[in-house]
T-cell receptor
Framework: EDQVTQSPEALRLQEGESSSLNCSYTVSGLRGLFWYRQDPGKGPEFLFTLYSAGEEKEKERLKATLTKKESFLHITAPKPEDSATYLCAVRSNSGYALNFGKGTSLLVTP | DADVTQTPRNRITKTGKRIMLECSQTKGHDRMYWYRQDPGLGLQLIYYSFDVKDINKGEISDGYSVSRQAQAKFSLSLESAIPNQTALYFC?????????????FGPGTRLTVL
């Protein structure tokens, strides 16, 4: 059974203080690992898809990396507007749906 | 205009009532999904549909039913609502023809069952 575990559950950073969010996964053949951002009361917003170990993708202050067991979302010099819940999800080769982790709630203070 | 829309955005109802949540999309995607989100539990898949003639149960389908009226419309029904169905409900779409394979989510419906 596919499993996705995100850590930490919550993270508080000062503006400019870089850090990383972790997503550990077990899946029977990875078809894709997805990162989403979710603001309170809104739907998840797609950020990245990673397909194979060693792959990296960047968008503004965010960089996602992937190994065979986990993915990291690195946040460089975060700003208060980066505050949100970040969700990780995996899709296996044998399935059609996304299996989501519980998310990491990020708060960036000025 | 939003690519994936959901109606209503908020709904309060009573135990035993029948409720329908609607989803429409203008993305032209063939696949549509219904999820529910509870605090501390993450997103859980209720039903998904690959086209108007293909409906599949997700991990938590009990107490729910769906209808794919057209490629662009996918409705979720609670035949007899109960309090533990109080949650945030999301519709999503995807296009399997795209390499990126991601799902696009609507803004959500907040449902409260009293």
């Amino acid at each position: 059974e596919d499993q996705v575990t995100q850590s930490p559950e919550a993270l508080r950073l000062q503006e400019g203080e870089s850090s990383s969010l972790n997503c550990s996964y077990t899946v029977s053949g990875l078809r894709g690992l997805f990162w989403y951002r979710q603001d309170p009361g809104k739907g998840p917003e797609f950020l990245f898809t990673l397909y194979s170990a060693g792959e990296e993708k960047e968008k503004e202050r965010l960089k996602a990396t992937l190994t065979k067991k986990e993915s990291f979302l690195h946040i460089t010099a975060p700003k208060p507007e980066d505050s949100a819940t970040y969700l990780c999800a995996v899709r296996s080769n044998s399935g059609y749906a996304l299996n989501f982790g519980k998310g990491t709630s990020l708060l960036v203070t000025p | 205009d939003a690519d994936v829309t959901q109606t209503p955005r908020n709904r309060i109802t009573k135990t035993g009532k029948r409720i329908m949540l609607e989803c429409s999309q203008t993305k032209g995607h063939d696949r549509m999904y219904w999820y529910r989100q509870d605090p501390g539990l993450g997103l859980q898949l209720i039903y998904y549909s690959f086209d108007v003639k293909d409906i599949n149960k997700g991990e938590i389908s009990d107490g729910y039913s769906v209808s794919r009226q057209a490629q662009a419309k996918f409705s979720l029904s609670l035949e007899s609502a109960i309090p533990n169905q109080t949650a945030l409900y999301f519709c999503a779409t995807s296009d399997e023809g795209q390499l990126s394979n991601e799902q696009f989510f609507g803004p959500g419906t907040r449902l409260t069952v009293l």
